[in-house]
């Protein structure tokens, strides 16, 4: 997968070196392109953000280098009018869960454009939209001070999902909201050795061998948890799901 990002702060997505985005790029299974927005202005102050029409507190960005950036994007592409699916993270976008990382896990091609201050004048948003599929993207119900962090997140919940990313092709099946058998359930707790710790033991039923008891064991601990944290998910169970919930011993 191919994912270009255009942004003021290129210094912020210093963390798509490290960790499983990292080995990803290194391995050649991600290509990950950063562009300095304000290389795409032409006033010797850089200027990429003015007053908002119609008043009101802080900036916008402007049309022009936002433009130009994601034009030179979409040239530096494979050309034969090959286009990304342009992700533009926004407080007001639609919001981000891991079925649409699956689905932007299955493009082959992504541009991010986050913002800073209010936001991007709204006419690039329309226009780029005219030339490539646009997804605008919110990372849940707070506001941050600019999209390059929910570009991190949408980056890091993709490129684990892509093939040959994760050691273990299946680990992410298991996942707290995986569409299909994890829907709408979170995952309960887990452990390793030593069997004893502190004073504390490991659930006496992980230790068993016995299969179905532990699959039994993690579904009883997995709805718990998302009783006690997710009421909003228990309203979306369905009775004929609670039976396919038996999580791999
Ligand atoms: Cl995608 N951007 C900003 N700036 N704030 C957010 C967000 C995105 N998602 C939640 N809050």
């Given at each position: 997968?191919r994912?270009?990002?255009v942004?003021?702060f290129?210094?912020?997505l210093a963390p798509l070196?490290?960790?499983?985005v990292?080995?990803a790029?290194?391995?050649?299974?991600l290509?990950?392109?950063l562009?300095e927005?304000r290389?795409?202005?032409?006033?010797?102050?850089?200027t990429v953000d003015d007053?908002?029409?119609g008043?009101?507190?802080g900036m916008?960005?402007?049309?022009?280098?936002?433009?130009a950036?994601?034009?030179?994007?979409v040239?530096?592409g494979p050309?034969e009018?090959?286009?990304p699916t342009?992700v533009v993270?926004?407080?007001?976008?639609?919001?981000?869960?891991?079925e649409?990382?699956?689905q932007l896990?299955a493009?082959?091609w992504?541009a991010?454009?986050?913002?800073?201050?209010?936001g991007?004048?709204r006419?690039v948003?329309?226009?780029a939209?005219?030339r490539?599929?646009v997804?605008e993207v919110s990372?849940?119900?707070?506001?941050l001070?600019?999209?390059?962090?929910?570009?991190?997140?949408?980056?890091?919940?993709?490129?684990r999902?892509?093939p040959g990313?994760l050691?273990?092709?299946?680990?992410?099946q298991d996942?707290?909201f995986?569409p299909?058998?994890?829907?709408?359930?979170?995952?309960g707790?887990v452990?390793?050795?030593p069997?004893?710790?502190?004073?504390?033991?490991?659930?006496?039923v992980?230790?068993s061998?016995h299969?179905g008891k532990?699959?039994?064991?993690?579904?009883e601990?997995?709805?718990a948890?998302?009783l006690?944290?997710r009421?909003?998910l228990?309203?979306?169970?369905?009775r004929e799901d609670?039976?396919?919930?038996d999580?791999?011993?």
């Amino acid at each position: 997968m191919r994912i270009d990002v255009v942004t003021i702060f290129p210094e912020y997505l210093a963390p798509l070196d490290l960790s499983l985005v990292g080995k990803a790029r290194a391995r050649g299974q991600l290509d990950v392109r950063l562009h300095e927005l304000r290389e795409f202005t032409h006033d010797i102050h850089r200027t990429v953000d003015d007053t908002p029409y119609g008043g009101g507190p802080g900036m916008v960005m402007k049309p022009e280098p936002w433009s130009a950036a994601l034009d030179a994007v979409v040239a530096s592409g494979p050309g034969e009018g090959a286009v990304p699916t342009l992700v533009v993270p926004t407080p007001s976008g639609r919001p981000f869960t891991q079925e649409l990382a699956q689905q932007l896990a299955a493009e082959p091609w992504l541009a991010f454009a986050p913002a800073r201050y209010e936001g991007i004048d709204r006419r690039v948003i329309e226009d780029a939209a005219d030339r490539m599929p646009v997804v605008e993207v919110s990372i849940g119900d707070y506001v941050l001070a600019g999209g390059e962090v929910a570009v991190l997140v949408i980056v890091e919940a993709v490129a684990r999902l892509l093939p040959g990313v994760l050691g273990n092709a299946e680990s992410h099946q298991d996942d707290s909201f995986a569409p299909g058998r994890m829907a709408d359930l979170l995952e309960g707790p887990v452990y390793t050795k030593p069997a004893e710790w502190r004073g504390r033991e490991v659930p006496e039923v992980l230790l068993s061998g016995h299969h179905g008891k532990i699959a039994r064991w993690r579904r009883e601990r997995a709805f718990a948890r998302t009783l006690a944290h997710r009421p909003d998910l228990v309203a979306r169970w369905r009775r004929e799901d609670m039976d396919k919930h038996d999580l791999k011993a």
